[in-house]
């Protein structure tokens, strides 16, 4: 049975991934059975793996979640302005290695981070001769929104970057680490975010009562690399439903250097 992550919801090169690393790890056989999570009406977890060896069901759920809530909404918004503002230099002659900079998870609508991005791309622009020579470009709108531009000086550039071209540094807030999110005293979204996950994976899980019932979280921001013993804190603080047998987390890092590939590390 062939079934495309596309398809209601189903993740399979995900849960694939999950599934051999699970086999690899605990000697199981687990084989993939069905993409489950294809009728929005009827709730059911993503994916159904059955052991070839012992006939156990696994059932799989993922779920992101992130903090800030907002996250992967302004951090697309990242993405969106440094892809604005190379638009807008395109053709510009970059004989050199330039830094752009902005603030880290830069808030607001695309539809008005364009103009504000395109205000500053005039700017360098009516100020190269400046630029190329050393000087150094930088406007504050707002305390969200501030932009700096300049030739990066030798001494500052790393050893693999590049010789020309334009790199994009993100200012502020250094996930995870300038700040303490304490597990036992979760801000009130991030909690909810996390009572909402339990009751869907109740609902998904109801009618699997005889399979290994299994969450991965796919954590973004600051809850991206926390150690295992913060996570222990905050299942002692928020329990999750007893319906969710095991959680782990998901994620996609690099593994040395050069490659990426999926990172799976036990919960709960």
């Not at 696994?58 to 604005?84: A, C, G, M, T």
Request: aromatic share 12%.
């Amino acid at each position: 049975m062939s079934c495309l992550p596309e398809s209601g919801g189903c993740e399979r090169p995900f849960t694939d991934a999950f599934v051999d690393f699970l086999n690899r790890n605990r000697g199981t056989h687990y084989v993939h059975r069905a993409c489950l999570d294809r009728d929005s009406r009827v709730p059911r977890p993503e994916a159904l793996y059955v052991d070839a060896q012992t006939n156990l069901n696994l059932v799989i759920e993922r779920k992101s979640i992130s903090w800030p809530i907002d996250y992967p909404y302004r951090h697309s918004n990242d993405h969106f302005v440094f892809d604005v503002l190379s638009q807008a230099l395109k053709g510009l002659k970059l004989n050199d290695l330039y830094e752009v900079r902005f603030p880290m998870l830069i808030r607001g609508k695309r539809e008005e981070l364009r103009p504000f991005v395109l205000v500053a791309a005039d700017a360098i622009r009516a100020n190269w001769t400046k630029v190329a020579s050393g000087a150094a470009l930088k406007q504050q709108v707002s305390a969200d929104w501030w932009w700096g531009f300049r030739r990066v000086p030798e001494p500052e550039r790393e050893d693999n970057s590049p010789p020309t071209g334009l790199q994009v540094t993100w200012v502020g807030r250094s996930m995870g680490l300038d700040h303490y999110l304490d597990p036992a005293k979760l801000p009130d979204d991030l909690a909810l975010a996390l009572r909402k996950i339990y009751s869907a994976c109740v609902a998904k899980f109801a009618a699997y009562a005889d399979a290994k019932r299994v969450l991965v979280l796919d954590p973004h921001g600051d809850l991206r690399h926390q150690p295992i013993d913060w996570w222990k804190e905050l299942w002692s603080a928020l329990p999750p439903a007893t319906e969710i047998e095991e959680i782990w987390s998901g994620i996609f890092d690099y593994v040395d250097d050069e490659s990426q590939d999926w990172q799976f590390e036990r919960l709960l």
